[in-house]
């Protein structure tokens, strides 16, 4: 397994990946007048582009073999965008853990998870902040496992349809 930084030459394969992870969990969920603008514009290759490009947004790159594809990533965020919900003061933010659902639940996701904790250990936060649906149990167990405690109850926006999410905290 080989983790490593995206480049942009990485934003059509990070934004497939992606989009497909996404839909694989969640398309059921949503109509596609709220969907399909939404993938658009959180996962078209422009706009991973641009989160590469952006200093404040890190990618982690799971792949095989050096020329293999994509199998998983992990993007963070610093600053967090949930610093209202608690008293961290240098909170990093897990924004997206994905992982080829052919490939779920092979170890890629926890070394990912060591990954993002070390970063954040490494820059000095003093907490990681991430939101999980509220619905979905499997991901909630993953979290809870590295010490993750529900701290509030946010909502997730996808077009006009308001989903229930759990906001998370671990204080390193």
């Not at 926890?110 to 003093?126: N, V």
């Amino acid at each position: 397994m080989i983790l490593r930084p995206a480049s942009l030459s990485d934003a059509e394969n990070l934004s497939r990946l992606g989009r497909d992870s996404f839909c694989h969990a969640f398309e059921h969920l949503y109509r596609e007048e709220d969907l399909k603008p939404f993938l658009q514009e959180v996962y078209s290759a422009q706009a991973v582009a641009s989160e590469i490009a952006d200093p404040a947004i890190t990618h982690c790159l799971v792949q095989d073999t050096a020329d293999g594809p994509l199998t998983a990533f992990i993007k963070v965020k610093q600053t967090s965008p949930y610093l209202e919900h608690s008293d961290a003061r240098t909170p990093l933010c897990l924004s997206q853990l994905y992982t080829d659902p052919a490939r779920t639940g092979g170890g890629i996701g926890a070394a990912l998870m060591e990954w993002c904790l070390d970063l954040a250990r490494h820059r000095g936060c003093d907490a990681v902040q991430l939101s999980v649906w509220s619905e979905n149990y499997g991901a909630q167990r993953f979290y809870q496992r590295y010490g993750f405690t529900k701290i509030a109850d946010i909502g997730f926006w996808v077009g006009q349809q308001r989903d229930e999410e759990f906001l998370y905290e671990l204080r390193l």
